[in-house]
DNA sequence: GAGCCGATATTCT
DNA sequence: GAATATCGGCTCC
């Protein structure tokens, strides 16, 4: 469904790209999926991006070939969202950061604990979904359990630097979707 | 809503 | 031992 060729351009180019496609989780006979409206690069020569030191067994998704899902933990205890971008080895990656529940919306509540705030970060959209280490590697293209979808692209989007990272933090290179609706 | 803080796996110094 | 691509609970407003 998706041309994988897409996704094999710099993440700079593909991440505003993403705005707009769907994320579609299946999960224990339930499907969730979101729109996703807030997305950051990382390339493969960024100091903030976790392939900057070269390949470790956390990472070593992000080397693999465009499309496949990079899942790694945050602070010990939270998931977090990738699209693999360009070409394998390269070592790049888009991390989902927002979305807007689309399916399943109910269930994401369930996994939750609450029924708002269910996929405004990144680590709450993989609570949602049920994205975890166990997803990591996978691919988006083919669809195994978590599968992206093409949607149309919003109205257009804002750029701004990326959130909570200390190095390469001048970098505009977080995209915000136009007409999201809050973050309830 | 803003500000502080604790939880805690993996990497880095 | 410190830092980290986060979040939720808590205290104040």
Not at 57 to 78: C, D, E, K, P
Request: overall charge neutral; hydrophobic content about 35%.
């Amino acid at each position: 469904v998706i041309d994988r060729s897409l996704l094999e351009d710099h993440p700079v180019r593909v991440a505003p790209l993403l705005l707009g496609w769907h994320l579609v989780s299946e999960h224990q006979g339930a499907t969730t999926s979101l729109v996703i409206t807030e997305v950051e690069a990382y390339a493969h020569d960024d100091p903030a991006s976790h392939s900057f030191r070269g390949e470790t067994q956390r990472n070593a998704s992000m080397f693999r070939q465009a499309g496949t899902l990079y899942v790694y933990r945050s602070y010990g205890i939270h998931w977090c969202a990738n699209v693999v971008t360009g070409p394998a080895g390269h070592g790049a990656a888009v991390l989902i950061r927002g979305g807007t529940p689309v399916r399943g919306r109910d269930v994401m509540a369930m996994r939750r604990g609450r029924a708002d705030h269910l996929t405004d970060g990144p680590g709450k959209l993989c609570r949602s979904l049920s994205i975890d280490g166990s997803h990591d590697g996978l691919d988006l293209v083919e669809g195994g359990g978590v599968r992206l979808e093409p949607g149309p692209p919003p109205a257009g989007h804002v750029t701004t630097p990326r959130i909570g990272i200390t190095r390469a933090a001048e970098l505009p290179w977080r995209f915000v979707a136009l007409g999201a609706p809050p973050p309830t």
